[in-house]
């Protein structure tokens, strides 16, 4: 959309958001009452279906930089990458607005490498100097230069993750990997599976990347999420949702908030609360399969692993698979038309998005299907055939043998 602004497009065409709550005929992005005017349009061209995002003109555009020379030209390379720096500068610019960049130093004109330059002067209308603790690389943590390609860090001394609900979906999702799959990791306990994957030996057999623009090394959570520890390439941000949007992803693995019958999913608002949707439909709709990992329950879950087998110390008070969604993040009628595997992943049962719905196809060693996953849900799952029981090693604190 930025380089859609920058060039005065009509608006951005795309199939991404069909279905979701971006579409007009859920809502149309609308988060309440206040919003009356339509910003995304359902268009049909040669048949097929597309979403016509509306373009706004950008007034101020806020961003950070590493160093700036006398003329503003402004580098990135101490940043954990570009985003969407150049796309987001040249759109207000082209609006008639102003650019206000923030910058550790300004340094001599002509001294910087200008391959490294990504918002060049002429964009730029204010620089701002800041200190120390404005300038951290990311909120509340210094300059990593793992995190650049500066240097490499050595990532086969990573301590094991404890035997908890998080490792549990985490161990059961690695079990998903194939060898040399494009992966993209979600926050939450999607984050663990990359601690798995180390901890099996299994790491180089793929390849992780981040929305942000990473491309393989280890992805960082927390308030580091976007980056990663010793990547081999840091793209635009933009060019590698042009990669995802366009179905470059064998797995994603996202977290699980709400689910519903038909395999919606909402992990973008609830009730007053607005968590957003960041990359997450962009990601979720194009991928060749998702899992979406998270706990069966929410607020206060306690678990325990005895023997190989899984014990519910305390249920959490929220359930997660409900009658509706609130928001739909995720279609699963368009996961459907388009035949896209979709796998719902949690620590005491697995479920598997077919045609006629959510469909029970996993339990874990010691759970009651009744009381302690169907009692617990708002609906009715359908149920497999043959539901298996998950991998006991899942539940045991040695290793698995994923490699083998």
């Not at 979720?284 to 998270?294: D, E, I, L, S």
């Amino acid at each position: 959309m930025y380089r859609d602004i920058a060039a005065h497009n009509i608006g951005t065409l795309t199939h991404v958001g069909l279905y979701t709550f971006v579409d007009p005929r859920n809502g149309g992005g609308k988060l309440n009452d206040v919003t009356t005017e339509d910003i995304v349009k359902l268009v049909e061209i040669d048949g097929e279906e597309r979403l016509l995002y509306k373009p706004m003109p950008i007034d101020v555009v806020f961003l950070r930089a590493s160093y700036a020379d006398e003329y503003g030209n402004c580098t990135v390379h101490r940043e954990i990458g570009s985003l969407d720096c150049t796309a987001m500068a040249q759109a207000c610019k082209n609006s008639g607005g102003k650019v206000i960049v923030q910058v550790e130093k300004i340094v001599q004109a002509g001294s910087l490498d200008p391959k490294l330059v990504k918002i060049p002067g002429i964009y730029v209308d204010s620089i701002v100097v800041g200190n120390e603790a404005d300038n951290m690389q990311c909120l509340g943590t210094p300059y990593d230069g793992s995190l650049t390609g500066e240097f490499r860090i050595p990532v086969d001394a990573i301590p094991p993750v404890p035997l908890n609900a998080r490792k549990i979906i985490a161990r059961r999702a690695a079990m998903e990997l194939t060898e040399n799959a494009i992966v993209n990791l979600g926050t939450g306990v999607p984050e663990v599976i990359g601690n798995v994957a180390a901890e099996e030996g299994i790491s180089d057999y793929m390849t992780l990347t981040v929305e942000a623009g990473s491309i393989a090394g280890v992805p960082m959570g927390g308030t580091q999420f976007g980056a990663a520890a010793n990547p081999m390439c840091i793209l635009d941000h933009n060019v590698q949702f042009d990669f995802y949007q366009g179905g470059g992803l064998d797995l994603a693995f996202l977290g699980l908030a709400e689910t519903a019958p038909n395999g919606d999913l909402n992990v973008s608002k609830f009730g007053t609360r607005l968590a957003g949707a960041g990359g997450f439909i962009d990601i979720t709709q194009n991928a060749k399969k998702v899992c979406y990992c998270g706990t069966f329950t929410a607020k206060g879950l306690e678990v325990e692993c005895r023997d190989g087998k899984l014990d519910i110390v305390k249920e959490g008070s929220k359930k997660k698979f409900v009658k509706e969604v609130e928001h739909i993040t995720f279609s699963g009628y368009y996961a459907n038309k388009v035949k896209q595997p979709v796998l719902y992943i949690t620590e005491r049962a697995v479920f598997e998005l077919r045609e006629d719905g959510v469909t029970l196809i996993e339990i874990a060693p010691g759970i009651d299907l009744k009381t302690q996953v169907i009692d617990q849900m708002e609906f009715t799952p359908k149920l497999a055939d043959e539901i298996r029981l998950m991998d006991e090693r899942i539940f045991r604190d040695e290793p698995m043998g994923l490699k083998k």
